[in-house]
């Protein structure tokens, strides 16, 4: 019995909550009636497609991860690149806090954006696990 085949269920179905969330984060921020609204929605689309391929990494390591283990530091990177790029966003980006409605707004952002973050960095922890475990079972069995 794989050990750590919960581990990689729970990776998938993060990733599925995580894009969820993506959405519903991008659609109060594009629908609010903010500088975003309209035209600028291209940017937040092009973001949510590149993390719609997170789920299905997942679904693909959690299937079958023996053959999918290549994919591994793909995920990782992934993963940390879309971490860095969104502090980065968040700390570079201009913000207009004319009302109560922009500062709710742009708590709530912040608020699930942290969240998202940090399940990210657990998950990369969750993925070099592993990854450490599919090396070693190789190394056992003679190296694949």
């Known amino acids: 019995m794989d050990v750590l085949r919960p581990l990689r269920a729970t990776l998938f179905f993060y990733d599925v909550f995580r894009l969820l969330l993506l959405v519903v984060l991008f659609f109060i921020v594009t629908l609010g009636g903010g500088s975003s609204a309209g035209g600028a929605f291209f940017p937040?689309?092009?973001y949510l497609s590149a993390n719609a391929l997170f789920p299905l990494m997942a679904l693909f390591l959690w299937l079958s991860l023996?053959?999918?283990r290549n994919y591994?530091?793909?995920y990782m990177a992934g993963k940390i690149i879309a971490v860095v790029s969104f502090y980065a966003w968040e700390f570079l980006s201009p913000r207009?806090?004319?009302?109560?409605?922009?500062?709710?707004k742009s708590m709530v952002l912040m608020?699930?954006?942290i969240f998202i973050?940090?399940?990210d960095i657990l998950s990369v922890w969750g993925a070099w696990t592993l990854k450490n475990k599919v090396v070693?079972?190789?190394?056992?069995?003679?190296g694949a």
Do not use: F, K, M, Q
């Not at 207009?96 to 709710?104: F, K, P, R, S």
């Not at 070693?136 to 003679?142: D, I, K, P, Q, V």
């Open 44 to 46: 937040y689309l092009v």
């Open 66 to 68: 023996e053959e999918y």
């Open 72 to 74: 591994l530091p793909l």
């Open 96 to 104: 207009e806090l004319g009302g109560t409605d922009n500062l709710v």
């Open 111 to 113: 608020v699930g954006s």
């Open 117 to 119: 973050s940090l399940a």
């Open 136 to 142: 070693r079972n190789s190394l056992e069995n003679g």
